[in-house]
């Protein structure tokens, strides 16, 4: 038993206080995380559990729980449960943006995978990013990255086919895109620009991250290029956001 369960009879709502019922419930479970009364574990009572507890139905549980994971609080992750969050994972995003480099520099392990890979014709969003004419080949490349085998970023990157022709299977066999660039003459490359916000996942975002879908997650758009200038990357990048906080460095 967890210290959460003896303090369950003695915390009660205060129902017309002028406190949302499911901010309250909130705040007791976050003084409750805060006290380390989830265990080591640091598991979560199930939606119903709660709701058998606080007398409420589970919708009011379930804001709450989304109102723990914005605040970096917890991890919601589907078909698991609900986990206090051991702390957010600093993402440096600079002029060099390297998922292996900013995780393992954090003491993380890092694994990436590839999804998916497929030969389309450009759309006009991605062949202005990519300075190229309109519907030209490109390769569309999803990938999944995890810390510590928890699903951290989910991407959508497109590449100019006729500069790195084979390009999924080149990665697939040396293991990793800027190995793959490498071979392509591309030894090194920096970030453009980057465009930052946030949404609601669309589900296969979702699905991917393994989160709720009304969790937000932060999203990153941006434009990599080669020492010369030339875009060779367009892509955008989906973040758990309770799992990742972005910091963005001036590099000199």
């Known amino acids: 038993m967890t210290s959460n369960d003896s303090a369950a009879p003695t915390t009660t709502l205060e129902r017309g206080a002028g406190v949302a019922v499911w901010r309250q419930i909130e705040q007791i479970l976050a003084a409750e995380i805060a006290a380390s009364g989830f265990g080591e574990e640091g598991r979560l009572p199930s939606e119903g559990e709660l709701a058998k507890r606080f007398d409420v139905n589970r919708h009011t549980v379930r804001r709450a729980m989304l109102g723990l994971a914005a605040l970096g609080l917890v991890s919601v992750e589907q078909g698991r449960g609900t986990f206090v969050q051991p702390g957010a994972i600093d993402y440096s995003i600079g002029r060099r943006t390297r998922f292996t480099e900013n995780l393992r520099q954090q003491h993380h392990s890092p694994a990436g995978t590839m999804l998916s890979a497929a030969r389309v014709k450009a759309e006009?969003?991605?062949?202005?990013?990519?300075?190229?004419?309109?519907?030209?080949?490109?390769?569309r490349i999803e990938s999944l990255n995890a810390s510590d085998g928890v699903p951290l970023t989910f991407a959508r990157s497109?590449?100019?086919?006729?500069?790195?022709?084979?390009?999924?299977?080149?990665?697939?066999?040396?293991?990793?895109?800027?190995?793959?660039?490498?071979?392509?003459?591309?030894?090194?490359?920096?970030?453009?620009?980057?465009?930052?916000?946030?949404?609601?996942?669309?589900?296969?975002?979702?699905?991917?991250?393994?989160?709720?879908?009304?969790?937000?997650?932060?999203?990153?758009?941006?434009v990599d290029v080669d020492l010369q200038?030339?875009?060779?990357?367009?892509?955008?990048?989906?973040?758990?956001?309770?799992?990742?906080?972005l910091l963005v460095e001036h590099d000199l």
């Open 158 to 222: 497109w590449y100019p086919a006729a500069r790195f022709p084979e390009l999924p299977e080149v990665v697939q066999r040396l293991g990793g895109t800027t190995k793959a660039l490498a071979e392509f003459g591309v030894d090194d490359y920096l970030r453009k620009w980057s465009r930052i916000g946030s949404v609601l996942p669309e589900p296969e975002v979702a699905r991917r991250l393994n989160i709720n879908r009304q969790q937000p997650v932060l999203w990153v758009e941006n």
């Open 124 to 139: 006009p969003s991605v062949s202005k990013a990519l300075g190229l004419r309109a519907g030209a080949a490109v390769y």
């Open 229 to 245: 200038g030339t875009p060779v990357k367009y892509g955008f990048t989906h973040f758990a956001a309770d799992r990742v906080q």
